[in-house]
């Protein structure tokens, strides 16, 4: 009887390996899938021992089965005992972060983040750290690239001289040889610098930022553009004109269209970081040229955050410089030769009349608005018309929106 039981509890171990085996893709990504199911019935300490251990020397399959064994143990803390014996997933983890297919390393780094939460403080100087420093030290680009995504869920639960040595890791991996780490690091500074204390955030981050901001590589300049929002909601006020501006107005100048785009579509974040002060004293003057942009897309960009770039801007002096300085470039736009340029003007050009009140709408406004109303392209006509509201609010009660002269008729068949 003993027998049959020590029997029958292998089998389900049996059939794993033997479907893992199979020549079919499909029976061992049905496989992977209920690997929980497996656990359980191994029980904790021979998943631990037996399953963890095979599922680590057996990572070299498809891509589609790598990727749902990623997703799997990111969820298996239970299934080995809990957080006391969380570090056992880490080694299949970490095999899973060096492969060549970019959504299996991205999943592999989801589940090491969701792990590195729910290591104890020692285990995560024990276990999880000298992890990453072994990705951020690795010969392949792609274990590299890895590292990248872990710095900061470790970093403020270790001690001072590690936090020290992550930081180096950091830097090092901003200074790679290989643009596609550099792009990772990138991507990853701006959730590094919410991490990281203030001073060393001044010391070693700021002049990361500065470094990949000037990268020979556009596609690395454009991600610092991201960090860059991240990076001035944690400085002082004077920091940031001294620390973030200059390379802000550098990157909105920048030669590759591609950067300036960045700095068009996350304006309205960038401002809101900058603080009103900054924005209405430094980034009017580049919003504008951004407006003004000899690529139609970073117009567009720009473009579509007219309302939200005003709406920011000091009470005091919005009015004015909405007058003066940025509806001369929203005119001009009306009149844009690319259809996305307009189209993207149009729905968000409406949202400038609360901001201008009655009779700045009815001098300003409501031309460009008729003008729009005629413009050959459905979609232009479209988003005037699904945001008459915002004119209706501000209309002289005399002069109701409804009341003015209407566009010429528009043939059918008209198209952009």
Same mark, same amino acid.
């Given at each position: ?154 970093y403020p639960r270790v001690s001072n001289a590690v936090r ?34 203030? %001073?060393?955030?001044?010391?070693? #981050? *700021? !002049?990361? =930022?500065? +470094? &990949?901001?000037? $990268?020979?590589?556009?596609? @690395? /300049? ?17 920091e940031k004109q001294r620390l973030v501006l200059p390379t802000l107005k550098q990157a909105s100048e920048d ?21 009103? %002060?900054?924005?209405?004293?430094? #980034? *009017? !003057?580049? =919003?504008? +040229? &951004?407006?003004? $942009?000899?690529?139609?897309? @970073? /117009? ?67 031309? &460009? ?48």
């Open positions: 009887m003993a027998e049959n039981e020590g029997e029958d509890s292998l089998y389900p171990i049996a059939v794993l390996i033997d479907e893992l085996r199979n020549e079919d893709v499909q029976l061992r990504l049905n496989s992977i899938k209920k690997l929980s199911t497996i656990a359980l019935a191994l029980g904790e300490e021979r998943t631990r021992t037996e399953l963890i251990p095979f599922l680590t020397d057996t990572i070299y399959d498809e891509d589609e089965v790598l990727l749902a064994l990623a997703e799997q143990l990111g969820q298996f803390t239970a299934l080995v005992g809990g957080s006391e014996f969380v570090h056992c997933l880490l080694a299949p983890l970490e095999s899973l972060a060096t492969v060549e297919e970019t959504v299996v390393r991205d999943k592999a780094v989801e589940s090491l983040r969701q792990l590195a939460e729910q290591h104890s403080n020692r285990d995560l100087e024990t276990y999880f750290v000298p992890l990453v420093k072994r990705l951020s030290a690795g010969d392949w680009f792609t274990t590299r690239t890895s590292a990248c995504g872990l710095f900061a869920v470790c020290a040595e992550l930081r180096q890791h950091f830097r090092n991996l901003c200074g790679d040889d290989t643009p596609m780490v550099r792009r990772a690091a990138a991507s990853k500074l701006g959730e590094f610098a919410k991490a990281v204390e203030h %001073e060393h955030l001044k010391q070693d #981050l *700021v !002049p990361l =930022f500065h +470094s &990949l901001a000037n $990268d020979e590589q556009d596609s @690395v /300049r454009l991600l610092a553009v991201e960090a860059c929002v991240s990076i001035a909601n944690v400085l002082q006020n004077d030669k590759s269209w591609r950067v300036r785009y960045m700095v068009a579509d996350k304006f309205s974040e960038l401002q809101a970081a900058l603080g009103p %002060e900054l924005s209405s004293r430094e #980034l *009017v !003057p580049a =919003f504008c +040229s &951004l407006l003004k $942009d000899a690529e139609a897309e @970073v /117009r567009a960009a720009a473009a579509a955050k007219v309302k939200d770039f005003c709406s920011q801007l000091p009470a005091d002096t919005r009015q004015q410089m909405i007058l003066t300085q940025v509806l001369p470039q929203v005119k001009e736009l009306a009149a844009d030769p690319n259809q996305h340029v307009k189209s993207a003007l149009a729905g968000v050009v409406m949202g400038l009349a609360p901001l201008l009140g009655r009779d700045a709408t009815m001098e300003h406004l409501l031309p &460009l608005f008729l003008t729009q109303l005629k413009d050959e392209c459905p979609e232009v006509r479209l988003n005037v018309i699904s945001n008459l509201d915002a004119v209706n609010e501000v209309r002289a009660p005399s002069r109701p929106f409804q009341s003015l002269p209407g566009p010429d008729p528009v043939p059918p068949a008209s198209r952009c």
